[in-house]
């Protein structure tokens, strides 16, 4: 089974500070193989390019539906890149190729279920099928490092209404995205401070945790 692994970065240049450190996964047989073009990572980079003002990196894979071949990647880019954040896309489904939830849980050190409830209530505003998805969150953490890994669908139309969630006419969110929640909890374990393009996403921090412009 193909491996393509490719290495982009891209900064920002806004505000100075640490780099946020993302990896991008993209996981699917066809794809993989050349049948036809991944569009899991360019989504996933033009929505965080207009999404972050803060100085972000990244790293992308494009990998096969194979679960050890997933948890290696993702070990990878936590472990060895030290990614704060790693967003999966594909492989959530209930096909019996669909593993990437799995192999996520299995790199696991705590479950953090609220992303994948708050997924799929977004995705049920749209259609019924939502409720097959089984996206997860976890955290992975080291000694002196953690990371946020996070299962995203894997249409470029569903990664942008998750992430972001749904507004009405007038632009006043009605359900909140997944991202709103992020930059505190990259916070929380010990990640670099990220701030939003309010008209994108706002992130969310009680007050005691906003620090100053």
């Not at 193909?2 to 290495?7: D, F, I, L, M, Q």
């Not at 050349?34 to 100085?55: F, M, T």
């Amino acid at each position: 089974m193909a491996n393509r692994t490719t290495k982009t970065s891209k900064m920002s240049t806004t505000s100075p500070g640490q780099s946020l450190k993302i990896g991008l996964v993209s996981i699917s047989d066809r794809a993989s193989t050349g049948v036809y073009q991944d569009q899991g990572i360019p989504a996933l980079q033009d929505w965080l390019a207009a999404a972050l003002v803060s100085p972000w990196q990244v790293e992308t894979r494009l990998i096969a539906d194979e679960r050890a071949l997933i948890e290696q990647t993702l070990i990878e880019l936590t472990d060895q890149h030290r990614c704060d954040l790693v967003l999966t896309t594909g492989g959530t489904g209930p096909a019996r190729r669909d593993v990437t939830p799995e192999a996520t849980l299995a790199v696991a050190t705590k479950e953090m279920p609220g992303f994948g409830e708050q997924m799929r209530q977004i995705s049920l505003q749209f259609v019924p099928t939502a409720i097959l998805s089984r996206q997860v969150a976890v955290i992975r953490e080291s000694a002196d490092h953690a990371a946020l890994i996070l299962n995203l669908p894997g249409q470029p139309k569903a990664i942008k209404e998750t992430l972001e969630g749904l507004k009405d006419a007038d632009g006043k969110q009605k359900v909140s995205g997944i991202f709103a929640a992020l930059p505190y909890c990259i916070d929380l374990i010990g990640g670099p401070y990220i701030e939003t393009n309010e008209a994108v996403c706002k992130a969310f921090r009680p007050k005691s945790a906003i620090k100053p412009a």
